[in-house]
């Protein structure tokens, strides 16, 4: 028996070289800062506090009084109230209390 022949044929690869580096070392340093101070300054302001106070509610009536005569009144004729020039409404007598509010209602 006869063993044939073994060729062996080698193939070279190529390794890259790896070579050492020398990379500069950066480490982190603190730098002192001079940081000014802040001052705060409180003002206290007033605040109006709304208060509840009961006022008594008034009233407006009108009325009419008699006027005292003087003598010298009593020899002059009382005038009507369209010759004074108060306005009157109309409908109503010059006396009423309504005749001597314009527009009233």
Known sequence: MEVPPIEHVGHQTH????????MPVITAAQK?????KMEYVDRLVKVPVPKRI????????VVQMPV??????????EEPAEAKGLPV???CSPSSP???TPGGS
């Open 32 to 36: 002192f800062v001079d940081v000014p």
């Open 98 to 100: 309504d005749a001597q």
């Open 54 to 61: 009961q006022v008594p509610t008034t009233r407006k009536d």
């Open 89 to 91: 409404r109309a409908g």
């Open 15 to 22: 390794v890259p070289l790896q070579k050492h580096h020398h």
């Open 68 to 77: 005292p005569r003087t003598p010298e009144d009593l020899e002059e004729p």
